[in-house]
């Protein structure tokens, strides 16, 4: 069964760095895009970055440089750079793929991962 599995949460102080990774479990044909989201409480789920199989990524207009997606060509595994963090990211972070299965795409999501920055 397909799945997407996180890691890299924690608590940082601000100005600190964290990275979270995930990592598309099972066997697919291959990936239309991987990226995060992030819900904070109170607060709609909103995109922190994407980056597709072309390579282009998309990232939300708060990271303004401070966060960088990468993923090799070919491999399942996504990760995401977070630099110069503030209290304001401290939301729980979602994985989620555009996943290819030759028959068609579908859409999978993590069971998400808490990120806090605090003094």
């Known amino acids: 069964q397909v799945r997407l599995e996180e890691s890299g949460g924690g608590s940082v102080q601000p100005g600190g760095s964290l990275k979270l990774s995930c990592t598309v479990v099972?066997?697919?044909?291959?990936?239309?895009?991987m990226g995060w989201y992030r819900q904070a409480p109170g607060k709609e789920r909103e995109l922190v970055a994407t980056?597709?199989?072309?390579?282009?990524?998309r990232y939300g207009d708060f990271v303004k440089g401070r966060f960088t997606i990468s993923r090799e060509s070919n491999k399942s595994t996504m990760q995401l750079q977070m630099n110069d963090m503030k209290p304001e990211d401290t939301a729980v972070y979602y994985c989620?793929?555009?996943?290819?299965?030759?028959?068609?795409?579908?859409?999978?999501w993590g069971q998400g991962t808490l990120v806090t920055v605090s003094s």
């Open positions: 989620h793929g555009n996943l290819d299965f030759e028959v068609g795409y579908h859409e999978y």
């Open positions: 099972g066997s697919i044909f291959g990936i239309l895009s």
């Open positions: 980056i597709y199989s072309s390579g282009r990524k």
